[in-house]
């Protein structure tokens, strides 16, 4: 493999250079921003749990792979009924992750780093633990606070029936019913997701001053911007109507359903941008928003309003030359009209590592349960990574990948967490397979993760992840861990990478990608098979070793060149 062989390391005045450069054109238009699952990271007490000063430890370690930003999942105070995504209170580290004093520590010492902290933000739901739902449980049906949730009479001759059809996310109906203080049964509550999530009624007024208050409270702590969890479900179809059959999740992302991508929540993000826009050093707000198409994902980041979205459509294309350029044909141009960034993410917490994805037959969606052909999965996992990144606009990272971490697919059922594999015809449930602990040090368990004389940690680490570990790759040019710092190393010295909206497509054989971007060529080789092209000029970076003989290139199956012409 033909590696960049410059230092990765990043002295301060370069790190302030490109801060000034990146402030001039809006830093996340080509932002790298990298996903830490915090109980999966960096565990620092020996609890076999992640937490922030773990993550803060290992703050270098993300600033020497040359990522410009740092997005955290869930830290606050929460029953932990779905990993976090169950909020009890916005304004609070729930003690197994820290405090808040390690909360302000950590983007404190992320800034005198160079990099930018996004968090999360929840506001579809809270946890039934929260003060607001508590209180309208005790305070009955005349409560003032029910209007903060979907409370609703159920159907039937004594109210025995949901309000509605529709049926949680996570399987099974999405209603619960509640027993009313003197003991009888009682209104029923909306759930898009567990039980333990209620969703927020966002037609109350208190729900939306909640809200921008949370968001002034981190604003206020130094962070950077905000992931908005389920960004696309806030608001509701008036009259909550029913939906007409079951089956509902498998019409998730082929059509706007009455509690998905309602036009309503556009007004929500025109209010939090303007509150972004109030706080000095370019605060961002980006979407997890799964709509039925490209076009409406760019609603979400018209100039009022959010400055990114996830592009799930491209997540979930499979590793195919036709496919793929359809998709970033599709994605430059819904986005260009608003002027938004491109964002490009090849796995997350929710979904099957794409080094397990790739490993597989294409068209099995983004949850996975057998390993497949592993060599092959990461073979293709190094190769769209390099696609990613020379993509125009932003990409994500997720914790792990540049390790080339599998999916841990056999976990055993007793040791499983993810709330939706215990749920009756819900999700299949594996998340927990791409949420394992990942491996820094050592040969055995946990690898580094924790210290050496704390326990195992939360999810069990497969015995061959010692080789896959920081140290282990650390220095070996054929590791994934070094194309990765190589790839964000010419990242920042090509000023033809991440910048801009539109690629030219270059002829190629079938199978095959080739596009330039200014002074620099992509090439993609997603077939099984060598293929012959000439070389189109000076090789940067391989995914594979790539022979270039007498002005030609082999391009290796299964991988991805980057030249400079």
């Excluded at 018209?302 to 491209?314: I, K, T």
């Excluded at 964000?488 to 010295?493: D, F, G, P, W």
């Excluded at 801009?500 to 090439?523: H, I, M, N, Y």
């Amino acid at each position: 493999m033909t590696q960049n062989l410059a230092d990765t390391s990043r002295p301060a005045a370069d790190i302030a250079h490109e801060a000034n450069v990146s402030a001039s054109r809006g830093w996340w238009r080509d932002a790298v921003i990298y996903q830490v699952y915090p109980r999966s990271f960096a565990d620092s007490n020996g609890d076999g749990m992640g937490d922030l000063p773990g993550i803060r430890s290992r703050l270098p370690y993300l600033r020497d792979l040359g990522v410009d930003a740092v997005w955290l999942s869930p830290f606050y105070a929460s029953p932990q009924a779905d990993a976090g995504y169950d909020v009890a209170d916005y304004r609070a580290v729930d003690p197994m992750f820290g405090t808040l004093l390690d909360a302000d520590a950590l983007i404190r010492d992320a800034h005198e780093l160079g990099l930018r902290i996004i968090v999360d933000l929840v506001p579809n739901h809270s946890s039934d633990q929260h003060e607001w739902f508590q209180r309208a449980l005790r305070e009955g049906p005349e409560s003032p606070l029910r209007e903060r949730y979907h409370f609703r009479a159920g159907k039937g001759e004594n109210g025995e029936l949901p309000p509605n059809d529709w049926e949680s996310i996570f399987g099974g109906p999405a209603w619960t019913r509640t027993e009313n203080p003197d003991g009888t049964p009682g209104d029923w509550y909306l759930h898009l997701f567990a039980p333990e999530q209620p969703d927020f009624n966002w037609d109350s007024p208190a729900v939306a001053d909640e809200f921008r208050s949370i968001l002034r409270f981190w604003l206020d702590m130094g962070v950077d911007g905000f992931r908005i969890d389920v960004a696309h479900g806030l608001v509701k179809a008036p009259g909550l109507p029913d939906i007409g059959g079951a089956d509902q999740l498998k019409l998730l992302g082929n059509d706007v359903m009455p509690f998905f991508d309602q036009d309503g929540v556009h007004e929500i993000y025109r209010s939090w941008r303007g509150i972004l826009d109030e706080y000095p050093g370019q605060r961002i707000g980006v979407a997890e928003a799964w709509t039925p198409t490209v076009q409406r994902t760019a609603n979400y980041v018209r100039p009022d309003e959010l400055h990114q979205a996830f592009n799930f459509q491209y997540l979930g294309t499979d590793w195919d030359a036709t496919a793929l350029r359809e998709v970033i044909d599709l994605s430059l141009d819904s986005m260009r009209p608003v002027d938004a960034p491109t964002t490009w993410v090849l796995s997350n917490h929710d979904v099957t590592r794409h080094a397990t994805r790739f490993a597989n037959e294409p068209g099995l969606g983004t949850q996975i349960r057998t390993p497949g052909d592993r060599s092959l999965g990461l073979r293709r996992a190094r190769a769209a990574t390099l696609l990613m990144l020379a993509l125009p606009g932003s990409a994500y990272v997720y914790q792990g990948e540049e390790l080339g971490l599998p999916d841990v697919t056999d976990l055993p059922d007793e040791v499983r967490q993810d709330p939706s594999f215990f749920r009756q015809a819900g999700q299949d449930g594996y998340r927990d397979g791409c949420r394992v602990p990942i491996p820094w040090s050592d040969t055995e368990a946990p690898y580094g993760f924790g210290p050496a004389a704390g326990g195992p940690s939360w999810l069990p680490q497969p015995a061959e992840w010692a080789a896959l570990s920081v140290e282990a790759q650390t220095g070996d040019p054929t590791s994934t861990l070094e194309l990765y710092r190589s790839a964000l190393a010419v990242r920042r010295s090509q000023p033809d990478l991440g910048a801009g909206t539109d690629v030219e497509w270059l002829e190629a054989p079938e199978g095959t990608l080739a596009f330039r971007r200014g002074s620099f060529v992509c090439t993609v080789n997603t077939t099984g098979e060598p293929v012959r092209i000439a070389a189109p000029g000076r090789l940067l970076l391989g995914s594979t070793e790539l022979v270039v003989d007498g002005g030609e290139t082999v391009l290796a199956p299964d991988s991805t060149g980057w030249w400079a012409v």
